[in-house]
């Protein structure tokens, strides 16, 4: 979402991709892959998917990629009534079913988006809407973010019903097509599928390679995030001529309230997935003071040492707690006039757990000014959600396809900063986990900026990933 984080750790540590050479809709020999006709449509889809420009407002594709992926899952043996694209605006969702053998059984959900941010043409080095496979990336406006990711799953699901696999478990795709921007389909999706059991959601989680060796050193999954949500600061005042300046100055009024925000710090807390994020990052971490400053803050969230140390770091110190910055400030309408109206944007993060409306308090009792009001700006287009429970068989299916995928390689929970489709199927009490199996450095995650890009060489551990997960959580 344009709101929210990419989906993968933003973490110091990274590595070198293992580079994979791939022709425009084939896998070459080399990759010994044992689904060749799977790893071919994942990148057929996905570069098909990116040169179809599925940005919100005139000329919206979305629901040409919908149809895109519609037709190759028919082509794989779904019944086309068993998919639905429903138009929303210039938008549109897609939810397809494949009926489970037990329909006493709650569905899994394998949810993502297929909608992307703009991009403009002039600012990259190759056109963003025009896919580009070279030195093993496939470069492209929605490739990380997370087209490919979406062809990946579809070309799995594809493969395991060619191979004769049946679910026992109903197992439905659900693909958004606003979620970079109102996420009004996300929101209809959840509450349409309000009753399943659990969501994959592929455009959250993700690996992260080590710089040096080359090798995966470590796979997260998002457990929980942090609610979006901005609010308006307003002064208002009858202004007036500036060669007679009034003691209540608007804009005066208006910096006083945001110095009061700025120094503010919210308190720090733990939940089970940040708890266990800090305990497992710790090991990764090659400063010593900082991996310190992890333990010691995984076992007292209140450490102010540890607190000192980490709310530095920009990577860290969004998941200690809710975080609330000014982002935007407008006021004055003339050179030589007092100000008659200031606003200013405060964007938050939210640790679960926090309505909208206590932090909205929480920002009036901190500035402490009668003359500025705080209202909420984001209204419907976000929502406030739990962290996922540590689910036994979801942790379970995850390392044994991550397991498989890549095997040796750490698992362990993070929240994210928010925000994403997760948070609307939590918000209706379903358990969801950001999921996705791709891995990258973070000098090569350009989600949301320039010259975005995913590596290749997740194509056949993410097929593994995804024809283990699959079937231990549909079986």
């Keep these: 979402m344009n709101t929210g984080d990419s989906h993968t750790m933003t973490f110091r540590l990274s590595a070198l991709c293992l580079s994979v050479a791939a022709a425009a809709i084939s896998m070459p020999a080399a990759a010994k892959t044992p689904w060749p006709a799977a790893a071919a449509q994942t990148l057929d889809l996905a ?17 040409e990629v919908d149809d895109l992926f519609r037709n190759a899952l028919v082509a794989g043996g779904w019944d086309p009534a068993d998919i639905r694209i429903v138009p929303l605006g ?24 297929l909608d992307v941010v703009e991009a403009d043409p002039a600012d990259w080095e190759r056109d963003p809407f025009t896919p580009v496979v070279e030195n093993g990336f496939l470069f ?58 659990l969501v994959i959601n592929i455009d959250g989680g993700g690996g992260t390679f080590d710089e040096t060796t080359g090798k995966p050193l470590f796979w997260n999954f998002d457990g929980a995030e942090k609610t979006y949500n901005d609010y308006t600061l307003a002064v208002t005042n009858p202004g007036g001529h500036s060669s007679m300046p009034r003691p209540d100055n608007a804009i005066v009024q208006m910096a006083t309230a945001l110095d009061r925000i700025g120094a503010y710090r919210f308190p720090t807390e733990l939940n089970a997935v940040t708890k266990t994020y800090f305990e497992n990052a710790a090991k990764f971490e090659p400063d010593a003071k900082i991996a310190g400053a992890m333990r010691a803050f995984a076992a007292n969230p209140h450490d102010e040492q540890a607190i000192a140390t980490l709310s ?43 309505t ?3 932090i909205r308090k929480d920002l009036e009792r901190v500035v402490d000014m009668p003359v500025v009001t705080v209202t909420d700006a984001t209204g419907d287009a976000s929502i406030a959600s739990p962290a996922s429970p540590m689910r036994p068989d979801f942790l ?76 231990e959580l549909a079986k």
């Design 47 to 63: 570069r098909k998917a990116i040169a179809l420009r599925s940005v919100e407002g005139e000329g919206n594709k979305t629901p």
């Design 90 to 113: 210039d938008t549109a969702y897609m939810i397809a079913t494949w009926p489970g053998s037990d329909p006493s059984l709650s569905p899994l959900v394998i949810s993502g988006h």
């Design 140 to 197: 492209g406006r929605g490739s990380s973010d997370m087209k490919f990711s979406a062809a990946l799953a579809v070309s799995a699901l594809i493969q395991m019903r060619k191979d004769g696999w049946k679910p026992r478990r109903t197992i439905v795709v659900a693909f958004s097509g606003d979620e970079e921007t109102s996420m009004k389909t996300s929101a209809i999706i959840a509450k349409e599928l309000k009753g399943a059991d």
């Design 312 to 354: 530095v770091e920009p990577g860290i110190v969004g998941k200690l707690g809710t975080t609330c910055v000014p982002t935007m400030v407008s006021g004055g309408h003339a050179l030589n006039a007092l100000p008659q109206s200031v606003t200013a944007n405060i964007n938050c993060r939210i640790f679960p757990g926090h």
């Design 356 to 358: 909208r409306e206590e």
């Design 396 to 471: 379970a299916a995850a390392k044994k396809a991550m397991g498989k995928a890549w095997p040796g390689v750490p698992v362990f929970p993070v929240q994210a900063s928010g925000a994403s489709d997760n948070m609307w199927f939590r918000a209706q009490g379903i358990d969801s986990y950001g999921a996705s199996p791709i891995f990258i450095k973070d000098s090569d995650d350009f989600a949301h900026g320039l010259n975005e890009r995913v590596p290749l060489s997740n194509i056949e551990p993410g097929l593994t990933y995804y024809m283990t997960l699959i079937p």
